[in-house]
């Protein structure tokens, strides 16, 4: 007669034979595109994943917002504040830099040179420049450090946006746009809430003729018209904060003067 084994015993046998056929099942699901699965290797890791391979899918984000290619239309639709894209750009290049001696610095690269370049206020400049002329990205730091301005040059004149932060906020509070050193747009932000109130499409700078656009803190869109040497002129349109047109204020004008409806 076979000995009679406890109630221990036949578990630790249960115990065993199922380890046994986990690691079987294992071995066969590793031959296959089953493995790969989050299913499978949550039921033999416990987990979502095993941590023992990175993340896949992940692609990294960069130039969240691209305030010189956005218009008119796409400024109106938009509800968020630009601060909040703004912000994790600025904290990079903040994050890069190192405050300089005061003294002169450059480091070559091939044909180019990268320069650190101090002021008499204490503030410092940093960026490239090619053949004594400034090229690609700048960025001026104040005398304490923090990032006062950031924009683009191209062969050796400004180009693409430039955007100027609040030296207590660190947020941005004004954004100029050239082509090649002519200046193309301004915009001019709430620097508590990074909220867009003013932008301008420059016509004619020599001549002050503007295509302006005033915003309520809600991101509504206050008024939108042509001004001429500071003066309204042709059609104007106004509304109010909840987005009803103000007929009051909308029409046509000249030299500053409403004429018409």
């Not at 990268?114 to 503030?123: A, L, T």
């Not at 693409?160 to 207590?168: G, I, K, V």
């Not at 809600?218 to 349109?237: F, P």
Request: include cysteine.
């Amino acid at each position: 007669m076979a000995p009679e084994t406890s109630c221990s015993e036949r578990n630790i046998w249960a115990r065993t034979l199922a380890l046994s056929g986990t690691v079987v099942l294992g071995a066969l699901a590793w031959r296959s595109d089953i493995w790969r699965s989050e299913i499978w290797r949550s039921a033999i890791c416990g987990e979502s994943a095993c941590n023992d391979r990175p993340a896949e899918g992940v692609e990294a984000l960069t130039d969240p917002l691209n305030l010189s290619a956005v218009r008119l239309p796409e400024l109106l639709l938009s509800s968020r504040s630009p601060l909040e894209e703004i912000g994790q750009d600025n904290q990079a290049r903040q994050a890069t830099f190192e405050k300089g001696s005061g003294a002169p610095n450059a480091t070559m690269l091939d044909s180019r040179q990268v320069v650190e370049e101090p002021f008499p206020d204490g503030s410092v400049a940093k960026g490239m420049v090619i053949n004594g002329v400034r090229e690609g990205s700048w960025n001026y730091f104040n005398k304490d450090g923090i990032l006062s301005q950031s924009g683009y040059f191209l062969e050796g004149k400004q180009h693409a946006e430039w955007t100027t932060f609040h030296p207590s906020t660190g947020f941005p509070h004004l954004q100029l746009d050239y082509n090649q050193g002519s200046l193309t747009r301004t915009i001019e932000y709430n620097p508590e809430s990074g909220r867009i109130l003013k932008l301008r499409e420059i016509r004619d700078q020599e001549h002050g003729d503007y295509v302006q656009s005033l915003f309520y803190e809600n991101a509504q869109i206050k008024s939108l018209g042509r001004l001429i040497a500071g003066k309204m002129e042709e059609h104007w349109t106004f509304w109010e904060e909840d987005g009803a047109v103000n007929s009051e204020l909308t029409g046509f004008y000249r030299a500053g003067e409403r004429v018409s409806r």
